[in-house]
């Protein structure tokens, strides 16, 4: 089955960088993302690789893909105050056309 | 703007009463897609739509609620006799799908409350 699971909370302060965990179950899982959400607000797309990649790297985020441990992180580097939101990891099944989310993490950035 | 739209951003409705959302997806995006999200958690899957035809529906979607996609762009989500429970984010999502490639870009969400 489907199953995604993310810490619930992490901390750092300004300027250091962020690193939210991801782990996923179906080994069939061929696209994952990161989605952003901040308060009452709707969920913005960030980034997403493709499971045939191990990297990808977009400005100040960068993915990491471990297919065998099926573990997804998101680092952003230089944090800054405006990160301060719920970060979502989402996976879809290639043959699947929804996505099935995790709980999110909520990011507080520090002054 | 050319994001996802959904109207109303919020709604107070009785138990008991109907209600209707809408979504305008982003243009010449071909499936929409309707999730709910509760407090504290992710988005879940209700149901999706490929141009006019409604594809999958999740089981969460109880006989109560119904979703159209009419014409193959806009999309309205009807709640029937609602309940305390239904008390929840309701997020729409479009995408242009190529083949198997496929990104879901989101509204910014009706917030049902229930009294």
């Known amino acids: 089955g489907e199953d995604v699971e993310q810490s619930l909370f992490l901390s750092v302060r300004e300027g250091d960088s962020s690193v939210i965990n991801c782990t996923y179950t179906d080994s069939s899982s061929t696209y994952l993302y990161w989605y952003k959400q901040e308060p009452g607000a709707g969920l913005q797309l960030l980034t997403y690789?493709?499971?045939?990649?191990d990297m990808k790297q977009d400005q100040r985020l960068t993915v990491l893909l471990n297919k065998k441990d099926k573990h997804l992180s998101l680092r952003i580097a230089d944090t800054q105050t405006g990160d301060s939101a719920i970060y979502f990891c989402a996976e879809r099944p290639g043959s699947a056309r929804q996505l099935t989310f995790g709980s999110g993490t909520q990011l507080t950035v520090l002054p | 703007d050319t994001g996802v739209s959904q109207n109303p951003r919020h709604k107070i409705t009785k138990r008991g009463q109907n209600v209707t959302f809408r979504c305008d997806p982003i243009?010449?995006?071909?499936?929409l897609y309707w999730y709910r999200q509760t407090l504290g958690q992710g988005p879940e899957f209700l149901t999706y739509f490929q141009n006019e035809a409604q594809l999958e529906k999740s089981r969460l979607l109880s006989d109560r609620f119904s979703a159209e996609r009419p014409k193959g762009s806009f999309s309205t989500l009807e709640i029937q006799r609602t309940e305390q429970g239904d008390s929840a984010m309701y997020l729409c999502a479009s995408s242009l799908a190529k083949g198997q490639r496929e990104t879901q870009y989101f509204g910014p969400g009706t917030r049902l409350t229930v009294l």
């Open positions: 243009s010449e995006h071909n499936r």
């Open positions: 690789i493709f499971s045939n990649m």
